[in-house]
């Protein structure tokens, strides 16, 4: 299986919601990733996960809680978002972080386009 | 910032015609990566390329990378209705970070 799944493909939600995005892969990936990407720009880094403990967070707003149940789970969970959030949030996964070689490559899920009212 | 930045940020051809994008980065790198988006979808990885390497070919596809110039190319060739989608490259900065070039919109002509 060398599939990244992406749960819901849509969201809309209010500013005073609570919703949470999934992604879910099964190729024995240990890095997952959280990207976002606006319309017509290339995906920004979220948040990095290693081994399921954080590694990287890219200074992002409070608002956005990454978590990472077990390795083959990485949650987004959202809260009070703002309008300037809707976006396409993607997720990803790999062997590992980086090593001597450098980055290996990514594999990515469809995403979920997340509108915030 | 973006570490990639890739020309022409749009590119219109007809089918069967062969498609260059470029990429140039700012720092050193151990290997530099394609990748497609189709409208709207996620990114499928396309070829990578290591820094001691100066060209690798993947089906219809030839990337060249001149780390003297910091500078990468991809070559489609023959051209399909199917590859219009946005090329990104991506190169790492710091020290687990994958950073993606502005990327190219390409439109293939039936």
């Known amino acids: 299986d060398t599939e990244v799944t992406q749960t819901p493909k849509h969201l809309v939600m209010g500013m005073t919601n609570k919703k949470s995005l999934k992604c879910e892969q099964h190729m024995g990936h240990r890095a997952m990733y959280w990207y976002k990407q606006k319309a017509k720009k290339p995906p920004e880094l979220m948040f990095v996960y290693s081994y399921e403990k954080l590694s990287i967070n890219e200074s992002v707003p409070s608002r956005f809680s990454p978590e990472c149940p077990n390795s083959s789970l990485l949650n987004l969970h959202l809260h009070a978002l703002q309008p300037e959030d809707s976006a396409l949030y993607l997720c990803a996964s790999s062997h590992g972080l980086a090593g001597l070689a450098g980055m290996s490559e990514q594999f990515f899920g469809p995403g979920t386009r997340l509108t915030v009212l | 910032s973006q570490q990639g930045e890739e020309d022409p940020q749009a590119l219109s051809i007809q089918e069967g015609e062969n498609a260059t994008m470029n990429c140039s980065y700012k720092t050193s790198i151990n290997n530099l990566q394609w990748y497609r988006q189709n409208s709207g979808r996620g990114l499928v990885h396309l070829i990578l390329?290591?820094?001691?390497?100066r060209e690798k070919h993947s089906g219809r596809l030839r990337v060249t990378l001149d780390t003297s110039k910091k500078s990468s190319s991809l070559l489609i060739t023959a051209s399909r209705a199917a590859d219009t989608a946005s090329y990104f490259c991506a190169t790492r900065q710091g020290a687990q970070k994958l950073v993606f070039g502005q990327g190219t919109r390409l439109t293939i002509n039936p």
């Open positions: 390329i290591r820094s001691n390497e």
